[in-house]
């Protein structure tokens, strides 16, 4: 999986948290779920579960508290992947 | 020194034999009973295995949360409360508060006996399966016992209090009067006052190891349900949540509201378990104080109360509560008011009881009816040597009357009365 199809499923797991219609259809990798998207922070853990489920992965505390924009997710969800994820 | 006087502007219920306002009042009239059989209660063995359970579809509830509210849900309590309190302010002709800034005049106080008790057991459950890091953001909003007023104040943008009482089975008829407190000393414009109970197996499973729910009636659950009868053998046990909105007559006036009645005062009181009071069982003294303090509070003589809705739970307590409700009220046996419960028609409700009988209070006062009870063609002889059997009136009765008391008594030996006047427009 390549780093488009990545952002690819992200934005299907953040799509319900996020209600600024317009910053979700411009995602790239700068977006911060926080300033951009105005996600409540206490939903961060919840797309962290998300993740996990979708990708098979499970994620620590230290990267848990990276991810805070897309780049940094997407870099956590490869490296996750690539250490024994699938 | 401020004292407002309290008018009720809106309604909103949602009851074992009624979802919403107009089908709860057909219901009542019209004695239709929401008790049913639970199938997950006699999987469990039970000794009660019939309840009182709001009937809802997916879609009716996904009307009241968002898509991603929905995802986790699992607390019936606080969807019952949000129904009843989104439908009361509805009723009452209110907006959501669509800008940034808060509804500063307007707050709730919606009570609860637990929140969220599935949600609970679920995380407990993952917690001992070492999956702590599972439960995600949504478990503490959901079991905190103010998740009922957090979700609803969140949802109308309410800037006043915003708080959840709880004193057992006294807890709706206390959330009314905190709110009329707070109106009638001008520290807020409007106050929507509930309450909320869960449903399902573990928060009725106490009751039934107490033995105080029936166990005689599961083969029929519209009989089950009996107070005030020779054959009540314990009460059936109930969910659901009623509210309604609370507003200085003042303000309601202003903006041309409807009023459905007035709030004339009451009273909340204890036995303190002592004398006969128990942590399960009244103190005759207290509950006959708190309704006279409740009269007295109210401004009124208690020989004008003409319709009570009583407690009436369906136990052997019932023929106490008629006899404390004569001596409060300095009542013979052929001029005692009418009485009614509504426990024959949706079971004991717990923590919402004094909420969703306090609406049905209302709607008898507003419209001039008193709803019949059933379930007690074979009156309890203790309760008929107390009072005449006209006074408990088994088919609908359509009367204009003005003034009702409502009480309710709970575990802590907790009692709340309130007395409620029929308004007319000057």
């Known amino acids: 999986m390549n780093k488009e199809e990545i952002i690819a499923e992200l934005k299907t797991i953040i799509k319900p948290y996020s209600e600024e219609t317009a910053a979700f259809e411009s995602i790239d990798e700068d977006t911060d779920f926080l300033t951009d998207l105005k996600i409540n922070s206490a939903n961060l853990v919840d797309i962290v579960l998300d993740i996990e489920e979708k990708f098979n992965i499970e994620i620590d505390n230290d990267s848990m508290a990276k991810m805070l924009t897309v780049k940094a997710t997407v870099e956590v969800i490869e490296s996750k992947r690539g250490n024994g994820g699938q | 020194m401020i004292s407002n006087r309290v008018v009720i502007t809106g309604l909103g219920v949602c009851a074992p034999n009624g979802i919403d306002l107009a089908t709860f009042t057909h219901s009542i009239k019209n004695g239709i009973s929401g008790i049913t059989h639970q199938p997950d209660l006699e999987t469990l063995g039970f000794s009660c295995q019939i309840a009182g359970k709001p009937q809802l579809s997916d879609e009716k509830v996904a009307e009241y949360f968002s898509p991603l509210e929905l995802r986790n849900l699992n607390s019936t ?212 104080r708190c309704i006279k303090k409740a009269i007295e509070n109210a401004g009124i003589r208690a020989d004008e109360i003409e319709v009570i809705n009583g407690h009436l739970t369906a136990t052997t307590k019932d023929a106490l509560e008629i006899e404390n409700w004569k001596a409060a009220l300095n009542r013979s046996k052929d001029d005692f008011p009418y009485i009614n419960s509504l426990k024959g028609l949706v079971g004991h409700c717990i923590s919402a009881a004094g909420s969703i009988e306090s609406v049905a209070s209302v709607l008898q006062l507003s419209e001039g009816f008193i709803f019949p009870n059933i379930n007690c063609e074979d009156l309890n002889p203790a309760i008929t040597d107390l009072v005449d059997q006209s006074r408990i009136p088994q088919r609908l009765i359509y009367k204009p009357f003005n003034f009702l008391a409502k009480a309710s008594f709970g575990f802590g030996d907790v009692n709340a009365c309130i007395i409620l006047k029929k308004y007319h427009y000057e």
């Not at chain 2, 943008?157 to 206390?174: I, M």
């Not at chain 2, 106050?191 to 729910?213: E, H, N, Q, R």
């Not at chain 2, 909340?268 to 009071?277: A, I, K, T, V, Y």
């Open chain 2, 77 to 288: 309590g606080i969807i019952y409360g949000v129904i009843a309190g989104l439908d009361a302010w509805k009723d009452a002709g209110l907006e959501k508060s669509a800008n940034e800034e808060p509804d500063w005049e307007s707050g709730t106080i919606f009570g609860t006996g637990t929140s969220g008790i599935d949600k609970f057991r679920w995380a407990i459950n993952k917690i001992d399966d070492m999956e702590i890091r599972k439960l995600g953001s949504s478990v503490v909003v959901q079991t905190m016992a103010s998740g009922v007023s957090a979700f609803i104040a969140g949802k109308l943008g309410l800037g006043n209090q915003v708080s959840t009482n709880s004193a057992a089975c006294a807890t709706g008829v206390e959330s009314i009067l905190l709110a009329y407190d707070r109106i009638k000393s001008g520290r807020a414009k409007r106050m929507l006052a509930g309450s909320t109970s869960d449903s399902g197996p573990y928060i009725w499973g106490g009751f039934d190891a107490m033995k105080v729910c029936t166990f005689k009636h599961n083969h029929e659950p519209k009989k089950g349900s009996r107070p005030m009868s020779a054959t009540a053998s314990g009460f059936v046990p109930g969910s659901g949540a009623g509210a309604m909105v609370l507003e200085s007559l003042e303000s309601a006036l202003s903006r041309k509201a409807k009023i459905y009645a007035e709030v004339l005062g009451g009273d909340l009181n204890s036995g303190g378990q002592r004398g006969l009071g128990t942590m399960t069982a009244p103190n005759p003294v207290a509950v006959q």
